[in-house]
């Protein structure tokens, strides 16, 4: 059982570089979202989207893009990278919006230079 | 706005001692608690959770109350083992059908053999 599968788990960007950090489930979820783990803060929502073609704001979205065009697959695009953006990233999925039960992928460690 | 806080840690614990590691949280509404475990190198699972008040959730030896009197739902186990050294999220689903879950900052708890 995959579940919800990240890549790439490290990465390190330079200032101004553009990324994509890729998120799939193989579990049918309806919901997907990214959150970003930083000490201290606990979780913090970034995106997320109820269903394909569907995506809306979190808390902490700007610098961040995402797109949702299947069901499966749901990317977090960094279009100029930034060093407050240093965080550990996880994406999550759910069978509705109103579950609570997230499934949460491996993390991806993205560090800012 | 809802927010959660964690007694901080780190935690750290003889074998077999009793666990409790608080949690109260502040919310409109009526919201669903929950228990997350990350454990080392890994996404965050769900432990436990609660959907109204006087609810106790329980799952591999933990349990924690939905209190509404005193807005708390603390994590409790009798009887703590090396293996659950972990982060412990405490969270709440936020309002506004967003899917959102507000978590705690984290609470690292070590066990000692």
């Known amino acids: 059982n995959a579940g919800v599968t990240q890549t790439p788990k490290f990465q390190v960007l330079k200032t101004g570089q553009s990324m994509t950090l890729q998120c799939a489930q193989d579990m049918n979820h309806e919901y997907m979202s990214w959150y970003r783990q930083d000490p201290g803060m606990g979780l913090r929502l970034i995106h997320y989207?109820?269903?394909?073609?569907?995506?809306d704001q979190g808390e902490v979205p700007n610098g961040y893009n995402v797109s949702r065009s299947t069901t499966e697959d749901f990317p977090l695009r960094l279009l100029s990278a930034a060093p407050s953006q240093t965080s550990v990233y996880f994406c999550a999925s759910s069978r509705g919006v109103d579950t609570g039960e997230l499934f949460f992928g491996e993390g991806s460690r993205l560090t800012v230079l | 706005g809802d927010s959660v806080t964690q007694m901080e840690g780190p935690v750290t614990l003889s074998e077999e001692a009793f666990l409790t590691i608080n949690c109260t949280y502040t919310?409109?509404?009526?919201?669903?608690l929950f228990w997350y475990v990350q454990y080392p190198g890994e996404g965050l699972q769900l432990l436990l959770k609660a959907t109204k008040a006087d609810d106790k959730g329980s799952n591999k030896g933990f349990e924690a109350t939905y209190r509404k009197e005193t807005t708390s739902f603390h994590l409790e186990k009798g009887s703590v083992q090396v293996s659950d050294s972990a982060v412990y999220f405490c969270?709440?689903?936020?309002?506004?059908?967003?899917?959102?879950?507000?978590f705690g900052q984290g609470t690292t708890l070590q066990v000692k053999p």
């Open positions: 969270a709440l689903s936020g309002s506004g059908n967003t899917g959102k879950l507000i």
């Open positions: 919310a409109t509404g009526y919201p669903s």
């Open positions: 989207s109820v269903g394909a073609g569907i995506t």
